[in-house]
């Protein structure tokens, strides 16, 4: 999507965002040896354009870039309040992305198959209208069980959903096609869950390999089968805009783990980006100061 911060009082700064775009620029700049793509569907527009230039400039590969030749990509806006938490204001009903399923190249399945991991949210399944969104759940499932590491966020965003039993219902969907789950405690709120133990068992009941879950400022629990851990995550007091603190979070945690990383070394690098993210506004810190940032504290 196209993002508009606030620049001035009557203005606007113009970027590029999406959740699991922020995933893959955060994952491709922590762990610049992997070959990540980001895969969506655009139109023909000028802000598309100049997406693919932004992918270039990443390093993120565009082959699973899709398009519609009637639709124009989608635009949301970031309001941040007085603790610097963000909300955001969406202009992307029939988006080009909405129509990523009647877009996919014939042999995208196959070209999946060879992918380590794949990431989906549930903004992803938002945007799809109910039959490409069991479309998309299907395909998922097939390369799950074809051996692909299904990563899954719920991201849930009330706004987004035209009720919440068919949020549920998809969400709950796709808990159980991801074998690797990063939702933070508020999703729960769909659910009417809010303690950790609780959200463990049900989710335990969809079958994941591996946990994660961010409690906001406060810490981040890890999950495998038979095994679990807390971090507590050192609190940023002056954030700025948590826009994408928890997309950066989910690039970051899944390339330390395909890195080789554990689980907990993993939360902890993945934490230390987070709370960086929180220091700029919008979802992409420019990329000279991210590069700053991870020499000063001794990442590469
Ligand atoms: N105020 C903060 N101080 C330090 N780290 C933060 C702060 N807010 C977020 N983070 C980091 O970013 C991660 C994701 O943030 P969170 O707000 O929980 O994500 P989500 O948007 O998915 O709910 C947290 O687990 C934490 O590591
Ligand atoms: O993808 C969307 O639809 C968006 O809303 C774009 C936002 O940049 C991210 O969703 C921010 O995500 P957080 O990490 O939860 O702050």
Not at 83 to 104: P, T, V
Not at 149 to 167: Q, V
Not at 175 to 193: S, Y
């Amino acid at each position: 999507m196209m993002e508009l911060t606030q620049h001035g009082t009557d203005m606007f700064r113009k970027g590029f965002a999406g959740d699991i775009f922020n995933s893959s620029v955060y994952m491709k700049r922590s762990f610049p040896e992997l070959d990540v793509n980001f895969m969506s569907c655009i139109g023909r527009d000028v802000v598309s354009e100049q997406l693919l230039d932004i992918l270039a400039q990443e390093e993120l590969g565009s082959r699973f870039i899709e398009y519609d030749e009637k639709r124009i990509m989608g635009t949301y806006m970031v309001q941040t309040d007085e603790q610097g938490e963000r909300s955001f204001l969406y202009w992307r009903n029939d988006s080009a992305a909405s129509q990523l399923m009647h877009n996919l190249s014939a042999n995208v399945e196959e070209k999946l198959r060879e992918a380590q991991l794949i990431f989906f949210s549930g903004i992803t399944l938002a945007i799809l209208n109910d039959h490409d969104r069991a479309q998309l759940l299907h395909m998922l499932r097939r390369l799950r069980n074809q051996g692909v590491n299904i990563a899954f966020d719920p991201n849930y965003r009330p706004i987004l959903w035209e009720s919440e039993k068919i949020a549920i219902n998809a969400i709950g969907q796709g808990f159980q096609v991801a074998n690797i789950l990063l939702p933070g405690i508020a999703d729960f709120q769909l659910f009417e869950l809010s303690q950790p133990d609780q959200i463990v068992k049900f989710l335990r009941s969809c079958g994941f390999d591996e946990l994660v879950i961010k409690h906001g400022a406060k810490s981040i629990l890890g999950y495998s089968k038979d095994w679990q851990c807390e971090v507590d995550v050192l609190r940023n007091s002056h954030v700025l805009d948590t826009t994408a603190a928890g997309d950066a979070f989910a690039g970051v945690y899944l390339g330390a783990r395909i890195a080789g990383l554990d689980i907990k070394s993993a939360i902890e690098r993945a934490a230390i980006i987070g709370k960086e993210v929180t220091n700029h506004p919008g979802a992409i810190v420019p990329k000279d100061k991210f590069a700053q940032f991870l020499k000063d504290s001794l990442i590469d």
